[in-house]
C-alpha cells in the first residue's frame, strides 16, 4: 500500500521544517521527513542558489531528484512530508508521479506575514537564507496562488507546536489534497 505525500511549503523562514519534524516525529505510522534544501546542498560544485534567476535548469534536476526520492519511499508505504520551497511553478512532476503512482498528494502553504518570516530569518543560523531582498521576493511568489489559494494556512501567530497541530488537521481534513 502506497503512503500520502504531503508537500509542506511556504517562503524561507514560514516554519516548515520545524512543523514537518514535529509532525513526522509523532506520527502514528512510519513516515518520512524529506528537506529539498538537503538536496540543493548535496551540490558541491557548480552550485548556483536557487532563488536565482540563473539557477532555473539546476533547479529543475533537483526537483526531479527530490520527487523520483519521494516516489520511492511512498511506494515503499512510507507517508512523506516534502518540506521545501515548491511553489505552484514546480508542482507538475510531483503531480505526474502521483498520477502515474496512484499516490495521494496534498499541498499545504505556510503563508505568515511577511514580517514574521523577516523577523524568524534574522535569527537563524547555518546556511538557511537570510537575505532580506530574497525573502521578500520568494513571500511574494507566494502571495497570490489563484486556484491554490485554498491551500493556504496563514500561520503569522502561531508558534511551532501550533503551526504543526493545524497542519496535522488540515492533512486529516483531505482539504488540501490535489486533485
Known amino acids: 500500500m502506497n503512503g500520502d505525500v504531503v508537500i509542506l511549503t511556504g517562503p524561507p523562514a514560514s516554519g516548515k521544517t520545524t512543523a514537518a519534524e ?3 516525529g509523532s506520527a ?6 524529506v528537506t529539498t534544501d538537503q538536496f540543493f546542498r548535496a551540490i558541491r ?9 540563473e539557477a532555473q535548469a539546476q533547479n529543475e534536476i533537483v526537483v526531479d531528484a527530490i520527487v523520483a526520492a519521494v516516489a520511492v519511499y511512498a511506494q515503499g508505504g512510507f507517508d512523506v512530508i516534502v518540506d521545501g520551497i515548491v511553489g505552484p511553478w514546480f508542482l507538475a512532476p510531483y503531480r505526474t508521479v502521483a498520477a502515474r503512482t496512484g499516490l495521494a498528494l496534498s499541498y499545504i502553504v505556510l503563508r505568515p ?3 514574521t518570516v523577516l523577523q524568524r530569518a ?22 497570490d496562488l489563484g ?9 503569522t501567530d502561531l508558534d511551532a507546536s501550533g503551526t504543526a497541530e493545524v497542519v496535522r488537521q488540515a492533512i ?7 486533485r
Open 172 to 178: 486529516a481534513s483531505g482539504r488540501y489534497r490535489l
Open 147 to 155: 486556484d491554490l489559494e485554498r491551500h493556504v494556512i496563514d500561520n
Open 113 to 115: 506575514a511577511l514580517g
Open 28 to 33: 502514528g505510522k512510519s513516515t518520512v521527513h
Open 122 to 143: 534574522r535569527g537563524r543560523s547555518g546556511p538557511d537564507l537570510k537575505d532580506p531582498d530574497a525573502i521578500t521576493g520568494l513571500h511574494e511568489a507566494f502571495a
Open 45 to 53: 560544485s557548480g552550485y548556483i542558489p536557487p532563488h536565482m534567476p
Open 22 to 24: 514535529l509532525i513526522a
